[in-house]
Every structure is written in structure tokens, then in C-alpha cells.
């Protein structure tokens, strides 16, 4: 030990005979009843929803209500064993509570007084759980990283609002929707700018994404919940002001460039990083940049089911990750399977099958605009999934090029399917699909992904030392949260 007094944070389990007023269990039943409440509410919604003054409960919000509650029941479930006899186990479970009720009030939120102060409320509660040691000074450093970046958006967020506020004379979202094209240019060009950086900042993408990979003190749970809804909030922010977002062509291929800085950026930072819970934090940096990438190109519906299967993907994985760290010596690495001609020639059919299913089920990619954009892109996803799928087998050849291009499109099948039932779902809002012609920068964009995925898998940043630092620098956290002694945090 470092002979450092502090409060031991890890002990015996608690006793059942202690009380508490809001105790673990009682928080646990009540976001499992939230979410049963919300899933009725999605059955027998009708067409426009509900509206009461400031609160707007329409296809989104029920939608949001139903993924919210369910990850947060699941993260709440898991807490009461994980944070057992912590001497934090109380404030975690309300500030996890808390967290839950301020983004569903988010999500319904009209009124954009009550839309800016959930908005930093959400941030608040978020910075408090990566912070909820308050002995450990690394905690509490990643804690005021994140709060900064947090008030920082909020108060942006504020003053855009108020700007639109003065020039609309609309108090709520909805009613600067429908002003949104009464808007000066130079008042329109500013609230859009500033929605997309504060979508940005809370997204975490580049180069906004120090405080994700800073955060890594939040208890395991936290991240979860983090990493599966807090950082979704940007792509719900953009299609809630899809009005003005999609007012001129020119700005959506500027958020389309946006995201795909991102999602090529969370790619390459992942490659170089060792530590698995960083690992997890790259991918995030680039599933949000597929996010917002989306939203450019006018799919809004594509936008909102990419965050909910990627938070059930990566709420897994969080609370998966223990079983990932094992302690072994060192071993050679075995050579991975081969594809051959045969191999590579099936999984491009299967790639090029799977961008037809997807057409089929969804519809989009039909006309020349940017569809074709998200089209191309699913079918280099499936490429990428199959041939690492075929590669990392140790079944059969036979085996493994028969079952690949099944399970390949059974995967393409359901995402299309979830598409068409989250558009179903989102029905009434002013706008969820607003596909653009085809230009230069979506070709630009293609063809960085094509390079960057030629790069990747051809081993580039090994070879190249400076490519390599360079990535490895920007994996890295801010300096006073690092963990760089056990004994910092361990309490053995």
C-alpha cells in the first residue's frame, strides 16, 4: 500500500438486514417497471402521440423510453452484485437512477428550457459516475475533465436555443422546426454549426474524444451505460433539429465528412491500443462517427437503429469484459486461416448479397443519391465481417464458407428489418429521411473507406513508426487520470 488514508472501497458484502431509503433493489424494480410502462406505451401509441405543455411524447421519446429503461435495468440488475459492498454502493445507485429519469426526460422534452437543463443535467449525473471514488485522485481529475467538456456543451446548446428562441420567437423544438425556414442565413449557419459541435462534443468524436478515453475510473456498469446511451444523445440532438439541419445540402455533406473522420479515426486509434477497456472506448469513437455519418446522408431512421444495436453490442461487451483479461505467458500467435481465391470470391458474393438484402428490406439505395452511400457501406461492413469471421474459424473449410454467408445475411436481414420498425416507429416526426444527390465528398468519403480499410487490414501502421506514435498519442488519456499504480486503486 502507499500508506495514502482513504476509505477502503471494496469489503465485505452488505447486510441484508441494513436498510437504506432507496435501496439497490427497490431502484431495480422501478426502472424494470419503467420499461414495462414504456413498452406498452410504444403497442398503443397512437399515430401522433401525446403533447403537454413542454413535454412532446411521440414515436422517438416512446422508442428512447423503451431502449433507456431496458439498458438501464440491465446496468442497475448487474450493479447490485458488481458494486456490492462498496462503501459508494448508495450514491451509485442514485446517481445511476437519477441518470435514467434525466435522459427519458430528455428524450420527451420540448420546451427548450427543459430540453437545455436535462441536457447538462445528463452531463452532471455522467461526470458524477466517473467520478464516484471520491479517494482516488484519478477519479476525480477524469471526473472534472468530463464535467468541463459537458458545461461546455450545455451552455453551447443553451445559447444556440436562445438564438433560435429570439429569431423564431418559438419556446419549443417543435415550433422552431416549423420556423426553420423563416431563419436568416447567418443566424441559420450559427445554430447549425453549434448543434453539430455540441452533437460532437457529447458523440465523443474527434477531436472531442479525450474524455471518453479518460473515463475509464467510472465503475464498469457506468461505462456500459455510457458507452450504450449517454454518447447516443448526439444523433437524437441532430434528428430532433432535423428541420434545420437539412435546410442546405452543402452543411449534411459537412456532417457526412464529420462522421467519417470519426469512423475511420476510431478504427485506426483501435488498431494500436492495448488495453481492452480502450479498446472499447476507439470503437465507440467510431460507431458514433457511423452515428452522425448516417444522419448526413439523410437517414435519420439509420441513425437511431445504428445507436440502439450498438448500445446492446457495447453494453455487452462492458459488462462482458472481465472475461476477456486473463493472465497467461507469453505465447506465439498462430497463423489465422487463409481464404484463398475460392474464399475471397465468396465472401465479396456474400458482401454484395447482403447490400441487396438490405435494399430489399429497406429500400434505400434504389435511386442515384446518397442511399448508395449507405448501401456501399453496408456491403463493406459485411466484407469486413465475413472475411474476419472465415479467417478467425477453426472450423472446416467446408464448414465455415457454408455457414459464414448464412449467418452474414441473417445479420443483414434483421438490421434491415430493425430499420423498417424504428422508421415505422419514428412515422410522424417532421423529418426522418431527407436522402441527398450524389456529389464529390460522398465519393471522397467512400474511397477514404476503402483505403483506410486496405490500410488497416495490410498490417500500414506497423511499418510506418510515425503513423504509429501518432495513434498511439491520440489513444492516450488526459495525463492526470492514468492509472499508473495498482496500488492507486487497489485495495489488497
Same mark, same amino acid.
Given at each position: 500500500?502507499?500508506?495514502?488514508?482513504?476509505?477502503?472501497?471494496?469489503?465485505?458484502?452488505?447486510?441484508?438486514?441494513?436498510?437504506?431509503?432507496?435501496?439497490?433493489?427497490?431502484?431495480?424494480?422501478?426502472?424494470?417497471?419503467?420499461?414495462?410502462?414504456?413498452?406498452?406505451?410504444?403497442?398503443?401509441?397512437?399515430?401522433?402521440?401525446?403533447?403537454?405543455?413542454?413535454?412532446?411524447?411521440?414515436?422517438?421519446?416512446?422508442?428512447?423510453?423503451?431502449?433507456?429503461?431496458?439498458?438501464?435495468?440491465?446496468?442497475?440488475?448487474?450493479?447490485?452484485?458488481?458494486?456490492?459492498?462498496?462503501?459508494?454502493?448508495?450514491?451509485?445507485?442514485?446517481?445511476?437512477?437519477?441518470?435514467?429519469?434525466?435522459?427519458?426526460?430528455?428524450?420527451?422534452?420540448?420546451?427548450?428550457?427543459?430540453?437545455?437543463?436535462?441536457?447538462?443535467?445528463?452531463?452532471?449525473?455522467?461526470?458524477?459516475?466517473?467520478?464516484?471514488?471520491?479517494?482516488?485522485?484519478?477519479?476525480?481529475?477524469?471526473?472534472?475533465?468530463?464535467?468541463?467538456?459537458?458545461?461546455?456543451?450545455?451552455?453551447?446548446?443553451?445559447?444556440?436555443?436562445?438564438?433560435?428562441?429570439?429569431?423564431?420567437?418559438?419556446?419549443?423544438?417543435?415550433?422552431?422546426?416549423?420556423?426553420?425556414?423563416?431563419?436568416?442565413?447567418?443566424?441559420?449557419?450559427?445554430?447549425?454549426?453549434?448543434?453539430?459541435?455540441?452533437?460532437?462534443?457529447?458523440?465523443?468524436?474527434?477531436?472531442?474524444?479525450?474524455?471518453?478515453?479518460?473515463?475509464?475510473?467510472?465503475?464498469?456498469?457506468?461505462?456500459?451505460?455510457?458507452?450504450?446511451?449517454?454518447?447516443?444523445?448526439?444523433?437524437?440532438?441532430?434528428?430532433?433539429?432535423?428541420?434545420?439541419?437539412?435546410?442546405?445540402?452543402?452543411?449534411?455533406?459537412?456532417?457526412?465528412?464529420?462522421?467519417?473522420?470519426?469512423?475511420?479515426?476510431?478504427?485506426?486509434?483501435?488498431?494500436?491500443?492495448?488495453?481492452?477497456?480502450?479498446?472499447?472506448?476507439?470503437?465507440?469513437?467510431?460507431?458514433?462517427?457511423?452515428?452522425?455519418?448516417?444522419?448526413?446522408?439523410?437517414?435519420?431512421?439509420?441513425?437511431?437503429?445504428?445507436?440502439?444495436?450498438?448500445?446492446?453490442?457495447?453494453?455487452?461487451?462492458?459488462?462482458?469484459?472481465?472475461?476477456?483479461?486473463?493472465?497467461?505467458?507469453?505465447?506465439?500467435?498462430?497463423?489465422?486461416?487463409?481464404?484463398?481465391?475460392?474464399?475471397?470470391?465468396?465472401?465479396?458474393?456474400?458482401?454484395?448479397?447482403?447490400?441487396?438484402?438490405?435494399?430489399?428490406?429497406?429500400?434505400?439505395?434504389?435511386?442515384?443519391?446518397?442511399? *448508395?452511400?449507405? %448501401?456501399?457501406?453496408? +456491403? &463493406?461492413?459485411? @466484407?469486413?465481417? #465475413?472475411?474476419? !469471421?472465415? /479467417?478467425?474459424? $477453426?472450423?472446416?473449410?467446408?464448414?465455415?464458407?457454408?455457414?459464414?454467408?448464412?449467418?452474414?445475411?441473417?445479420?443483414?436481414?434483421?438490421?434491415?428489418?430493425?430499420?423498417?420498425?424504428?422508421?415505422?416507429?419514428?412515422?410522424?416526426?417532421?423529418?426522418?429521411?431527407?436522402?441527398?444527390? *450524389?456529389?464529390? %465528398?460522398?465519393?471522397? +468519403? &467512400?474511397?477514404? @473507406?476503402?483505403? #483506410?480499410?486496405? !490500410?488497416? /487490414?495490410?498490417? $500500414?501502421?506497423?511499418?510506418?513508426?510515425?503513423?504509429?506514435?501518432?495513434?498511439?498519442?491520440?489513444?492516450?488519456?488526459?495525463?492526470?487520470?492514468?492509472?499508473?499504480?495498482?496500488?492507486?486503486?487497489?485495495?489488497?
Amino acid at each position: 500500500m502507499t500508506g495514502t488514508d482513504h476509505s477502503p472501497t471494496v469489503g465485505q458484502l452488505p447486510s441484508t438486514e441494513a436498510s437504506s431509503p432507496l435501496a439497490p433493489t427497490t431502484l431495480t424494480r422501478l426502472v424494470w417497471g419503467l420499461w414495462v410502462a414504456s413498452l406498452g406505451l410504444l403497442v398503443v401509441r397512437p399515430g401522433g402521440g401525446w403533447t403537454f405543455p413542454g413535454v412532446a411524447v411521440d414515436g422517438l421519446t416512446v422508442l428512447m423510453w423503451v431502449v433507456v429503461t431496458f439498458f438501464s435495468g440491465i446496468v442497475h440488475s448487474y450493479s447490485r452484485r458488481y458494486m456490492a459492498g462498496s462503501a459508494h454502493l448508495g450514491r451509485f445507485f442514485h446517481r445511476l437512477f437519477a441518470f435514467t429519469v434525466v435522459v427519458m426526460t430528455l428524450v420527451a422534452a420540448d420546451h427548450i428550457a427543459l430540453f437545455a437543463l436535462a441536457w447538462l443535467g445528463m452531463g452532471l449525473v455522467m461526470a458524477d459516475l466517473i467520478g464516484i471514488v471520491r479517494g482516488w485522485p484519478q477519479a476525480q481529475a477524469a471526473k472534472t475533465l468530463a464535467r468541463r467538456y459537458f458545461v461546455a456543451s450545455g451552455a453551447i446548446l443553451a445559447g444556440v436555443l436562445a438564438l433560435l428562441a429570439w429569431a423564431t420567437g418559438a419556446t419549443t423544438v417543435s415550433g422552431i422546426g416549423a420556423e426553420a425556414s423563416t431563419l436568416s442565413t447567418p443566424v441559420w449557419a450559427v445554430a447549425v454549426c453549434g448543434l453539430l459541435l455540441v452533437a460532437m462534443v457529447q458523440s465523443s468524436l474527434l477531436p472531442f474524444h479525450t474524455w471518453l478515453l479518460s473515463s475509464m475510473t467510472a465503475p464498469t456498469p457506468a461505462s456500459a451505460l455510457m458507452h450504450a446511451g449517454f454518447v447516443n444523445a448526439g444523433g437524437i440532438l441532430l434528428l430532433r433539429f432535423a428541420p434545420l439541419v437539412t435546410l442546405d445540402a452543402a452543411f449534411m455533406q459537412l456532417v457526412v465528412v464529420v462522421g467519417a473522420v470519426s469512423a475511420l479515426g476510431g478504427k485506426l486509434l483501435k488498431t494500436v491500443q492495448t488495453d481492452i477497456k480502450r479498446q472499447l472506448g476507439c470503437s465507440t469513437v467510431g460507431q458514433m462517427g457511423f452515428m452522425i455519418l448516417q444522419a448526413g446522408l439523410g437517414f435519420f431512421g439509420a441513425a437511431i437503429t445504428h445507436l440502439i444495436l450498438h448500445g446492446f453490442f457495447k453494453a455487452y461487451q462492458f459488462l462482458s469484459v472481465g472475461d476477456a483479461v486473463e493472465r497467461t505467458q507469453p505465447t506465439k500467435t498462430g497463423e489465422t486461416a487463409s481464404l484463398g481465391v475460392f474464399g475471397t470470391a465468396l465472401t465479396a458474393a456474400t458482401a454484395l448479397a447482403g447490400g441487396a438484402v438490405f435494399v430489399a428490406l429497406t429500400g434505400k439505395g434504389t435511386h442515384f443519391g446518397s442511399g *448508395l452511400v449507405l %448501401v456501399a457501406l453496408v +456491403v &463493406l461492413t459485411t @466484407f469486413h465481417a #465475413a472475411r474476419t !469471421a472465415v /479467417e478467425a474459424s $477453426a472450423a472446416p473449410a467446408s464448414a465455415r464458407f457454408v455457414a459464414m454467408p448464412l449467418a452474414m445475411l441473417v445479420a443483414i436481414a434483421g438490421y434491415g428489418l430493425a430499420y423498417r420498425a424504428v422508421d415505422a416507429a419514428l412515422a410522424g416526426l417532421p423529418v426522418v429521411t431527407a436522402p441527398a444527390d *450524389l456529389t464529390a %465528398v460522398h465519393g471522397l +468519403v &467512400l474511397a477514404a @473507406f476503402l483505403g #483506410a480499410y486496405v !490500410a488497416i /487490414e495490410g498490417g $500500414a501502421y506497423k511499418r510506418s513508426d510515425w503513423l504509429y506514435v501518432t495513434l498511439l498519442n491520440a489513444t492516450q488519456p488526459a495525463p492526470e487520470t492514468l492509472l499508473t499504480n495498482t496500488e492507486d486503486y487497489n485495495e489488497y
